[in-house]
Antibody, heavy 125, light 108 residues
Framework: QITLKESGPTLVKPTQTLTVTCTFSGFSLSTHGVAVGWIRQPPGRALEWLALIYWDDDKRYSPSVKSRLTITRDTSKNQVVLTMTNMDPVDTATYYC??????????????????WGQGTTVTVS | EIVLTQSPGTLSLSPGERATLSCRASESVSSSYLAWYQQKPGQAPRLIMYGASSRATGIPDRFSGSGSGTDFTLTISRLEPEDFAVYYCQQYGSSLWTFGQGTKVEIK
């Protein structure tokens, strides 16, 4: 059973750096085709895809926040970490991590982000 | 990056009615790598449809998806009380994934 759980500060000050951690179980980020992504959702607003890290350590970032984001993994701890610099009140949101399996996607057996964490709420003030 | 535009923003329907949600992409979505998610208040999104037309595990057959290229549709044939929620489309066919802005299906 795949599970993911986000953790991090609930409150950060403007200009500070946010670090949120996704701790997962039920899969390995070293397995071919596996990816973990970060998505955020400001209060009352839409989902926004932020970043993705692949099994081979390849990384992708949303152009709108690319200059402020870094996504890393620690395969020994089964964790993915997202850092976002220069936080602003508009970055107040619930931050989710989610699993994807690109092998299953290519085989037509899955797609997108199939398992999500519960999210962690971050307020910038 | 591919921009996804969902319509309508809000759909007001009664239980038992049919819901038709649209998702239009700014460019063709590769391999129909288009997913739909359902989100209820206070909950994380849940994958309900992938590959434009394949239901995720445990999703009832009143949900169906169709489309290709730039135009995609999610249909709920007969709305059940638990189907009232916000629905998002997402494309994962390009190297940069994107979401639509969502359609809220509310009880009329």
């Amino acid at each position: 059973q795949i599970t993911l759980k986000e953790s991090g500060p609930t409150l950060v000050k403007p200009t500070q750096t946010l670090t949120v951690t996704c701790t997962f179980s039920g899969f390995s980020l070293s397995t071919h085709g596996v990816a973990v992504g970060w998505i955020r959702q400001p209060p009352g607003r839409a989902l926004e895809w932020l970043a993705l890290i692949y099994w081979d350590d390849d990384k992708r970032y949303s152009p709108s926040v690319k200059s402020r984001l870094t996504i890393t993994r620690d395969t020994s701890k089964n964790q993915v970490v997202l850092t976002m610099t220069n936080m602003d009140p508009v970055d107040t949101a619930t931050y989710y991590c989610a699993h994807s399996d690109l092998v299953r996607v290519a085989e037509g057996r899955s797609g997108g982000m199939d398992v999500w964490g519960q999210g962690t709420t971050v307020t910038v003030s | 990056e591919i921009v996804l535009t969902q319509s309508p923003g809000t759909l007001s329907l009664s239980p038992g009615e049919r819901a038709t949600l649209s998702c239009r992409a700014s460019e063709s979505v590769s391999s129909s790598y288009l997913a739909w998610y359902q989100q209820k208040p206070g909950q994380a999104p849940r994958l309900i449809m992938y590959g434009a037309s394949s239901r995720a595990t445990g999703i009832p057959d009143r949900f169906s998806g169709s489309g290709s290229g730039t135009d995609f549709t999610l249909t709920i044939s007969r709305l059940e009380p638990e189907d009232f929620a916000v629905y998002y489309c997402q494309q994962y066919g390009s190297s940069l994934w994107t979401f639509g802005q969502g359609t809220k299906v509310e009880i009329k």
